[in-house]
């Protein structure tokens, strides 16, 4: 989304790992990014798109309400999950575009963990990502803090993303190809903003494989939807609703992902991007 004109007011990043759609890659993939940048335009635009506060999310893929002579563009997925060793996977033809899904993977007491060790009084709040993507959040960097203090919660998290990663993608086997986590906090608050939060359509420049974690529970916000681009065709995106305690599981250098605008309330995740190195 370098060409997506950003926004000079936005708050912290999560990671200077993440960018918007120019980032040096080849044409065709700008043209695709630029495509999805349209249709999250037109989604940012229609309230008519974003979760109302009184009905409950079940976390199933579903279709944006938006006018229907737009749906045809805005379709979303219809493939059904396939379960392999406790991982949901929504599939596509092209690997990297398949994500997956651990429901309930964090208990109450591992959010509860992630919480104290972010707000640690050695954590920082970051402010490093690309001018031109456009974003409204906010961000603490802690993965030493969480390695430290929860390292048993730190190793499932890992042997996580490892194990999603042998399934399907297998970038991290490689003895040649070394990755750091990049552990985040990421906060959406309306109130302290003063609007909308929300992220662009991007990539997570590096990050072999990303691990988002909700930690909010549903009623806390208004919105919020992580979105993927389609699994294949030419149009359309694939929106998922996340549950507290669910972890969404993606090929972050490769898959264009971004959210709905959150307009009410408080959206928290966690987020760890496994970054080439």
């Known amino acids: 989304s370098g060409s997506s004109g950003s926004e000079s007011d936005s708050s ?18 700008k043209r695709q990014r630029q495509q999805v940048q ?38 979303t997925g219809t493939a059904t999950p396939a379960a392999t060793g406790g991982l949901s996977w929504f599939d596509s033809s092209k690997k990297y575009r398949a994500f997956a899904v651990a429901h309930g993977f964090l208990q109450l007491q591992d959010i509860e963990a992630i919480g ?25 960097r ?19 993303m490892r194990s999603a990663d042998e399934n399907k993608w297998k970038r991290l086997s490689a003895k040649s190809k070394k990755v750091y986590p990049e552990v985040e906090y990421i906060e959406y608050d309306v109130e ?35 979105c993927f681009r389609r ?3 030419s149009r359309g995106h694939r929106e998922l609703s996340l549950e507290q305690g669910d972890v969404v599981l993606f090929r972050g250098e ?22 080439r190195v």
């Open 116 to 140: 104290q060790a972010a707000k640690h009084s050695s954590v920082r709040e970051i402010n490093d990502r690309k001018g031109y993507l456009a974003f409204k959040h906010r961000v603490w």
């Open 254 to 275: 490769k898959l264009v992902h971004w959210i709905t605008p959150v307009t009410a309330g408080k959206r928290i995740i966690l987020q760890i991007e496994m970054s």
């Open 12 to 29: 912290s990043t999560s990671s200077g790992s993440s960018s918007s759609t120019d980032g040096g890659e080849i044409g065709s993939f």
């Open 192 to 226: 302290e903003m003063g609007e909308p939060c929300y992220i662009e359509p991007h990539v997570d420049n590096k990050s072999a494989v990303t691990l988002v974690a909700m930690l909010s529970v549903r009623g806390a916000y208004v919105g919020g939807r992580s």
């Open 142 to 160: 802690f993965e030493l803090q969480l390695r430290a203090l929860y390292p048993d919660l730190y190793a499932r998290l890992m042997a996580l």
């Open 38 to 75: 349209q249709q999250w335009k037109m989604i940012k635009g229609h309230k008519s798109n974003f979760s109302p506060p009184d009905q409950p999310d079940s976390g199933e893929l579903r279709t944006p309400t938006l006018p229907s002579e737009e749906l045809p563009l805005l379709r």
């Open 231 to 233: 699994a294949q065709s």
